[in-house]
């Protein structure tokens, strides 16, 4: 089954701690992003990757970094979580190459809390 | 900055009735255009994408998409309580630097 797979799923964390939120796509995807959604704030995203070793930020990156050393995964590392980081976080994966662009495909999402 | 527009809403529409949502974008490079539909705390699913002008139905969806005016919407016929959610907006360019582009959001509620 073609999917975007996030772990974990919730996270409550405490300020300062480094932690590591996965994603993994099974369907040999270029691009990969990863996206926070806030209240009336939408999808935005932090970081995205055309390829492997190929990152670039997003509209909110600070705060955050990402890795791309396999085409599947694209790990979202938060090196200091800070409270303003709570939210709900979306991976998701498209197909870069082919034009029209096609649909991104999200992950189950992961909602972090910073306390 | 590349923006797509929505009005929030909440859109309030009767069950059985067509619920019309609607959606602007700045970028004229846009070339593929997608709404996704997004239940609390769950992740957005595709529910219909258009790169044409005029209208594309699947089911009980139709979007429509006018260039010219920077115009998307999406209509959906026959409402049912199981459609109230929030329906987003997206919108890519064509070249290989474009990026996908969402808008916050319309919040749809049907009622019984």
């Known amino acids: 089954e073609a999917q975007v797979t996030q772990n974990p799923r919730y996270l409550i964390t405490v300020t300062g701690k480094k932690l590591t939120v996965t994603c993994s796509q099974n369907m040999n995807h270029e691009y990969m992003s990863w996206y926070r959604q806030d209240p009336g704030l939408g999808l935005r995203q932090i970081y995205y990757s055309m390829n492997v070793e190929v990152t670039d930020k997003g509209d909110v990156p600070e705060g955050y970094k990402v890795s791309r050393k396999e085409k599947r995964n694209f790990p979202l590392i938060l090196e200091s ?8 976080y979306f991976c998701a994966s498209s197909l870069y190459s082919q034009t029209p662009r096609t649909e991104a495909f999200f992950g189950q999402g ?3 809390t910073v306390v | 900055q590349k923006e797509v527009e929505q009005n929030s809403g909440p859109l309030s529409v009767p069950e059985g009735a067509i619920a019309s949502l609607n959606c602007t974008y700045s970028d004229r490079g846009s070339q593929s255009f997608f709404w996704y539909r997004q ?52 919108a890519q360019g ?18 019984p």
């Open chain 1, 81 to 88: 979580p800070s409270p303003n980081q709570t939210s709900l």
């Open chain 1, 110 to 112: 992961t909602r972090l």
């Open chain 2, 39 to 90: 239940y609390s705390g769950k992740s957005p699913e595709l529910i219909m994408f258009i790169y044409s002008n005029g209208d594309k139905e699947d089911g009980r969806f139709t979007a429509q998409l006018n260039k010219a005016s920077q115009y998307v919407s999406l209509l959906i016929r026959d409402s049912q309580p199981s459609d109230s959610a929030t329906y987003l907006c997206a």
């Open chain 2, 94 to 111: 064509y070249s290989s630097a474009s990026k996908i582009i969402f808008g916050s959001g319309t919040r749809l509620s049907i009622r």
